[in-house]
Antibody, heavy 123, light 109 residues
Framework: QVQLQESGPGLVKPSQTLSLTCTVS??????????WSWIRQPAGKGLEWIGR???????NYNPSLKSRVTISVDTSKNQFSLKLTSVTAADTAAYYC???????????????WGQGTLVTVST | EIVLTQSPGTVSLSPGERATLSCRAS???????FAWYQQKPGQAPRLLIY???RRATGIPDRFSGSGSGTDFTLTISRLEPEDFAVYYC??????????FGQGTKLEIK
């Protein structure tokens, strides 16, 4: 069974870069069978998709965040990462990494999620 | 960008009752691209339904999804105490990108 675990600083200063890593276990990112996504959720609010990456390095980003987001993958560590630049208080949220359904499937959904990590943007 | 609007925002029901949650899309969505999630406090969302009507692995059959085009419904036939949570709908669209509804809170009456 696939498991995902987010890690990274819980506190980031305004204007700095938020950096998070998702470690995947129970399956290999290198298999090339899935896209891997980042999703965030401000406290008490809804879910916002940030972006995703495929093993080839191909990425897709939410247009509202695209200018500030970079998602990358490290197959040797079975990890993928998120960088969000120029953060403000509005970027304070729980950040989740998630696995999509099979790449070859006609269906689009997230079937495995990390437990989430809270990132606060504050001085 | 397709906007998903869920209704009602909050619904109060008793265990054993039937719950009907709605999600309306601002443009037509392929059923294959539509899913429902359940989220409990302090937990990550859990996939319930994908392809608008297909139950995810391990999901009880009291959960069912239906709909097409712009109107989708999640039905819980007989509420169990563990079903009280927030429910989100999700679609995958062109760009490509995903979007979620704002959520419906199902609370105990």
């Amino acid at each position: 069974q696939v498991q995902l675990q987010e890690s990274g600083p819980g506190l980031v200063k305004p204007s700095q870069t938020l950096s998070l890593t998702c470690t995947v276990s129970g399956g290999s990112i290198s298999s090339g069978d899935y896209y891997w996504s980042w999703i965030r959720q401000p406290a008490g609010k809804g879910l916002e998709w940030i972006g995703r990456i495929y093993i080839s390095g191909r990425t897709n980003y939410n247009p509202s965040l695209k200018s500030r987001v970079t998602i990358s993958v490290d197959t040797s560590k079975n990890q993928f990462s998120l960088k969000l630049t120029s953060v403000t208080a509005a970027d304070t949220a729980a950040y989740y990494c998630a696995k999509e359904g099979a790449y070859t499937s006609p269906f689009y959904y997230f079937d495995y999620w990390g437990q989430g990590t809270l990132v606060t943007v504050s001085t | 960008e397709i906007v998903l609007t869920q209704s009602p925002g909050t619904v109060s029901l008793s265990p054993g009752e039937r719950a009907t949650l709605s999600c309306r899309a601002s443009q037509s969505v392929s059923s294959s691209f539509f899913a429902w999630y359940q989220q409990k406090p302090g937990q990550a969302p859990r996939l319930l339904i994908y392809g608008a009507s297909r139950r995810a692995t391990g999901i009880p059959d009291r959960f069912s999804g239906s709909g097409s085009g712009t109107d989708f419904t999640l039905t819980i036939s007989r509420l169990e105490p563990e079903d009280f949570a927030v429910y989100y709908c999700q679609q995958y669209g062109s760009s490509p990108m995903y979007s979620f509804g704002q959520g419906t809170k199902l609370e105990i009456k």
